[in-house]
């Protein structure tokens, strides 16, 4: 019989050949060193990570999908003056009691808190519990803190006539009658404000049906009133921060004020803030708070709803902080 020519080599296979397991475990061992030479290969070529520096990380917008139901919204870091947030900042809308505020600051410029007038008429019915009574005696300083916090219209016509013949010593070419509305308009012109100006003191409507309201200015002008508001007179506006107030008269009568910004409790650090609602307007709200130590904001929603204005507020708060916190 012939003899094969490699014996042990012929065995080797005829066993490989005889058992299918054996060849099974031949070629997973073949197919992982092939894959391990593959890893070592890519780990040889691979390109090192590229570390990016934190301040070229793109921050995140924190207004970005921020839900609102005012038409009109403007918010600003006052410190660095960086615009956080805007939508439709310079359509020009109702103003309804923002007013009250450009009469606080003619107020303040020409008489002292101490100075005290009669009321001339009750600025509400009998019974109420914000009232300012006919022939009580009070101090200005209380009746704008009164007028502000409680956003009364009465009060607003009050002050303004009492402060009439003062506007005219100091502004002589003022209009005689409504030197106080004549010194609003001539204060937001001094101001740049072209597109604000006022026709009564209070700003309630004057005529629904025709579309006419007492006051008008775009979302950014009024953010610059109220910072010129809270960098100057700070004092006249600080009722506005309080839930309500006592009040005592120079007479030593009692006043109560309740304050009409419902979302009071949810902005911390309040320099400023005032409400307006007309239905010429809707729902107005303006604050100034801090974000920090000495880190003002001004924040202003025009044309929202009643209810809105205060979810709105809350909504742009929490968003200012969060992104003035990236800078």
Known sequence: MPQHPNPS???????????????????????GLCAFALVLTYMGTRPEPVVVPAEEVQKIDAFNGILLEAKSVYVQDLVTGKVLFRRNAEEQLPLASLTK?????????V???????????????????????????????????????ASSNQGADILAAAVEDAVRAKYPQATEGSAAIWRMNDLSHSLGLTHMY???????????A??????????????????????????????????GLLLTGADGTKASAYNTNEALGA????????????????????????????HPVVAVVLGSTQEGRFSDMKRIVTAARKAVAQE
């Open 198 to 208: 006022f026709l009564n003191d209070s700003g309630l409507d004057l005529d629904v």
């Open 9 to 31: 080599r012929h065995n080797i296979i005829s066993i490989i050949a005889r058992s299918p397991h054996v060849v099974g475990i031949a070629a997973l061992i073949l197919t």
């Open 111 to 149: 008489a002292s808190p101490d100075t005290v007038i009669t009321i001339p008429y009750d600025t509400a019915p009998p019974g109420s519990a914000e009232r300012l009574a006919q022939g009580d005696h009070w101090r200005i300083g209380d009746v704008l803190s009164f007028t502000l916090t």
């Open 210 to 243: 025709a579309g006419r309201s007492g006051a008008y200015a775009t979302a950014r002008e009024v953010a610059t009133l109220f910072a010129y508001a809270a960098s100057t007179t700070p004092a006249t506006f600080s009722g506005t921060t309080r839930d």
């Open 267 to 294: 902005i911390p650090g309040l320099i400023m803030g005032k409400t307006g609602f007309t239905d010429l307007a809707g729902g107005n709200l303006t604050v100034v708070f801090d974000v920090g130590l000495s």
């Open 101 to 109: 505020v450009a009469l606080a600051l003619v107020v303040a410029e």
